[in-house]
Nanobody
Framework: QVQLVESGGGLVQAGGSLRLSCVGS????????MAWFRQAPGKEREFVAQ????????RYADSVKGRFTISKDNAKNTVDLQMNSLKPEDTAVYYC????????????????????WGQGTQVTVSS
């Protein structure tokens, strides 16, 4: 049974930082690309950041580029999201996701490429 569990969300003031962590089990995650998505109230789920199976390539949404950093530790089956210079518009539930095909990123910005999801962690940024 594949399982992803996120942690690290919370309430922070604008300009602050948070670090989200996601740990996986039930699959050899070292073979799979991983990503973070987010969903704000009343909005669709959107892509935030992605890393390839090796962690060698990372990709970001324009809205977070230069502020967020995704990192993957294949030895620990974890993927983290370091979020700096947070803005109120970053407020959302953040989800960790694992790609459905090993060694393949596919359309890495598309949620349909991912077949395993965490339960989500709330991030709230106050102005």
């Amino acid at each position: 049974q594949v399982q992803l569990v996120e942690s690290g969300g919370g309430l922070v003031q604008a300009g602050g930082s948070l670090r989200l962590s996601c740990v996986g089990s039930g699959r050899t995650f070292s073979r799979y690309a991983m990503a973070w998505f987010r969903q704000a109230p009343g909005k669709e789920r959107e892509f935030v950041a992605q890393t390839t199976w090796s962690g060698g390539t990372t990709r970001y949404a324009d809205s977070v580029k230069g502020r967020f950093t995704i990192s993957k530790d294949n030895a620990k089956n974890t993927v983290d999201l370091q979020m700096n210079s947070l803005k109120p518009e970053d407020t959302a539930v953040y989800y960790c996701a694992a790609a459905g095909r090993p060694y393949n990123s596919g359309d890495w910005y598309d949620s349909r490429e991912y077949d395993a999801w965490g339960q989500g962690t709330q991030v709230t940024v106050s102005s």
